[in-house]
């Protein structure tokens, strides 16, 4: 779950390097040239093949990209901007639209069909920020905050710290503390309005279309409880395990209805809530099915009752609920695939008939591999997933900013190279 207007993060040496120079002198060569190379193709902006891909209603002319989202380190590089860019702290409408167009010219840029924008305009996003600070503020390790403070060790594209999930004991131990913690109101983000989401759309390049939505449950009840906390509380607490998702779920859905309110073209909308570790669930699939997938099953409600898709971003093996989430939630496509228990070849020929399929190039291949090695193994997962349509080139999980450029860039153009149908 992505947070956002981060007061000031550190940079690293990198970032302080970077800070004031352009594109040219923060790029290796190899991620310039690609860069180059892709500018060249001019890849012109078509949500309809968005819509194709992941509705399986119709092949497009070639295999679109999609990702959850690329860290800011990474569109701040490619636009050649301060690494911090996309982090620091706004201080009129007048940056946060800077930012909101900057969002929009790196997915034009680099061949997306979509931008993704969130609900918040400048006035409920620095709103949010405080909210974020009196209530999920970082902390030491060790200490009971909402996530620890951690060393970020991106080789090039550091922050210099990043957040951590609380793995102990976190803000909300006990009925006592669930009860002090200052909740938001549906009705207040209701109130909010989408004025953000609305700018965007009126103002993305002809063909772009906007992806929307980040609704969550699991993820964040884990996260206030603390992950030792919430597996003790299944069996100790398990009243207030079922308070908490119960809360959450009414906040995700309010957010959802929220997103689902604009009169605007939305493509789709996400639902992004991680589920399973790499041998299975995080909780039995009877708890899934008790407190989790019928949240998103409204949520996937929503969005197709005003003609958009649903997406389902979620990480881990999920294999012992998979029919639950294409027959139950009804998702249109499913996004988060790694090589360790389910290569995404492996996932478009299980599912491909039945739900769309996107992204699956492993992240730990895409990160430690060079640029000829990535190159290869983007053609082979071409080979496999695009016939037939159905399929969006795309990360196994974000764009994180210790993703080498010029490995994000090379997986890009193998796209634009061999992505097309005809």
């Known amino acids: 779950m992505a947070t956002s207007c981060i007061e000031n993060p550190k940079i690293s040496l990198f970032s302080i390097t970077c800070f004031y120079y352009r594109m040219a002198e923060c790029l290796k060569p190899v991620a310039e040239e690609l860069l180059k190379k892709i500018r060249k193709w001019k890849p012109e902006p078509d949500s309809e093949r968005l819509y194709m891909a992941l509705s399986r209603s119709k092949i497009p002319d070639r295999v679109p990209f999609m990702e959850l989202f690329a860290d800011g380190e990474i569109m701040a590089a490619v636009l050649g901007k301060p690494l ?36 918040r305009d400048y006035r409920t996003m620095v709103k949010e920020s405080l909210y974020e600070k009196e209530q999920l503020a970082l902390g030491e390790v060790g200490s009971r905050a909402y996530m ?33 913690f200052r909740w938001e109101d549906p009705d207040e983000i209701a109130e909010e309005g989408n004025a953000g989401l609305e700018w965007v759309c009126d103002h993305v390049p002809s063909g772009m279309g906007v992806v929307t939505g980040a609704g969550t449950v699991l993820e964040p009840v884990m996260w206030l409880m603390g992950i030792k906390n919430f597996y003790i509380s299944l069996y100790k607490q398990p009243d207030l395990v079922d308070a908490m998702f119960r809360k959450v779920g009414e906040l995700s859905i309010a957010r959802f209805k929220l997103a689902a309110r604009t009169s605007r073209k939305i493509v789709a909308l996400w639902g992004s809530d991680d589920w399973g570790y790499r041998s299975g669930l995080m909780i039995s699939p009877e708890m899934m099915r008790r407190w989790v997938l019928p949240i998103h099953r409204q949520q996937a409600e929503i969005a197709h009752s005003r003609g958009s898709l649903y997406l389902l971003h979620s990480c881990g093996n999920l294999k012992a609920i998979m029919e639950d989430i294409i027959d139950y939630v009804k998702v249109d496509a499913k996004h988060s695939f790694e090589d ?10 299980l599912y491909g008939k039945r739900i769309g399929i996107i992204g699956g190039v492993d992240m730990d291949f895409l990160s430690r591999r060079s640029v000829n090695e990535v190159r290869e193994y983007v053609r082979n997962i071409l080979k496999v997933c695009k016939p037939g349509g159905g399929y969006c080139l795309g990360s196994g999980n974000t764009v994180a900013n210790y993703v080498p450029l010029e490995n994000y860039l090379a997986m890009l153009d193998v796209g634009l190279e061999e992505g097309w149908y005809s």
């Not at 951690?150 to 793995?167: C, F, H, I, Q, Y």
């Open 148 to 180: 620890y403070k951690t060393k970020d060790v991106a080789p090039d594209l550091s922050r210099g710290e990043r957040a951590w999930a609380n793995e102990h004991t976190g803000v909300i131990a006990d009925w006592e503390d669930f009860k002090k």
């Open 84 to 119: 911090n860019y996309f982090y620091k702290e706004l201080q009129s409408e007048r940056e946060w639209e800077e930012r909101m167009l900057s969002l929009i010219e790196f997915y034009e840029m680099l061949g997306y069909d979509y931008v993704r924008a969130d609900t």
């Open 340 to 349: 360790t228990y389910l290569p995404v070849t492996e996932a478009k020929r």
